[in-house]
């Protein structure tokens, strides 16, 4: 990787504390999802570094919060300017660690860069309020503060945008920031934070901390425990999101969580069967269907549902698996061999169940999987109740709208949701009778910076990007002038 580069600094390999490098001898491996083999070593540090970040970014707290907006947005800029000018080398390290095409890549690093100029932008527009007074002698004025010191604990399916979509709002508001990685993808945090200080981020501002799964834990508890953090914000599985939200408890911190989906893709008999089936494709296979507004359960209507289940198998098959460094490849590796197993798991299950397959079906090698298409899908399934996080489509029939709907709805998560149909009185009625956060209508992708990202139910709390995704790094402070 490091001769592939054309700038070889932005490979670190530990922690980022007070604006200084730290290696370790004790290191955990970094390695390539498409041969399951190490090419990068990182520093295993844990709860000493943690509390160590924790401090730095207090120390760095009050100049940072000084600045004024103007300022933080001149840095964001820069920041913006240099991820899209290394767009192809952060490319190759997101690629290298996490298996993704590199298309897909570029395309995550320029998505990425996109939340650190939406909210250098958003910076200068935090405004306050000022109340009509119910007393002559009284005014009243709300004025945003950063809320302090904010902790980010980030998953491996998206290593750039999941952390500018955290750092950016949060530098923006002037709160300082300590991060943690996924453990599988920690070099594009390090070289997305390597740019950041040539941005001009003073130190102790953005502290990265790399730790291997084990030591995770220790900081996660650190930063959970400690009363200088005021924030948390985490993306990644529900379940470690509710032992986070459990150790919060005891320091009352403001928690942003974008948790687990299992998105719901309904498909009406007066769709456009092209457009939902090229829909489908984008929802479902990205990523290798590693993305938790990925579609997990499609329900097609009677009449549309045996064409389309033919067209999806059809255009699934020919998705090109392949190391996602190879130029052309459309599909890449599962990031782990545990979360292969889980893919196998659910098709066997359903299968067991009586699904019939349509493509795919196995493991191709060590490390991929073909892209899937099942049909006669029913609700005891465990691709109908869990996360199948992999290249696996399973088709539920369905009738009427109220059926499909509660169907839809029977889900402890609310992310994602989409819904293909040219009827406007249905758009409207589905669209608002689904219990998610975000509704595609006649689409497949629906994340950009400018919109709230986020879930209802147990997929999470609070919204990223958009204006209100600055909401939670601020505090709202009421001042009462008396005595006029
Ligand atoms: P995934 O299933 O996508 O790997 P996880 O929720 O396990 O998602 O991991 C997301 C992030 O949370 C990673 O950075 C991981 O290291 C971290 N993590 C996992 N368990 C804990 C924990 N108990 N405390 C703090 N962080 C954790």
Redesign the pocket.
Known sequence: LHARLADPQLLKNGSLIDGRWLTSSDCFAVCDPATGQPFAEVANHGAAEAAAAVAAAGRALPAWRATTAKERAAVLQRWFALVNAHQDDLALILTSEQGKPLAEARGEVGYGASFIQWYAEEARRLYGETVPTTDGDKRYLVIPQAIGVCAA?????FPIAMITRKLAPALAAGCTVVL????ATPLSALALAELALRAGLPAGVLNVVTAD?DA??D??RIWCDSPVVRHLS?T??TE?GR??MRQCASTVKQLSLELGGNAPFIVFDDADLESAVEGALAAKFRNAGQTCVCVNRFYVQAGIHDAFVARLATRAAELRLGPGLVEGSQQGPLIDAAALAKVEQHVADALARGAQLHCGGQRVGERFYAPTVLSGAQAGMLCAREETFGPVAPVFRFDTEAEVIAAANASESGLASYLYTRDIGRIFRVGEALEYGMVGINTGLISTAEVPFGGVKQSGLGREGSRHGIADYVELKYLCLGGL
Do not use: M, Q
Request: charged share 10%; no cysteine; hydrophobic share 50%.
């Open positions: 604990i980030t998953p491996w399916n943690k990685p996924a453990e799964a995770s834990i900081v996660g985490f990644g599985s470690v032992i986070l």
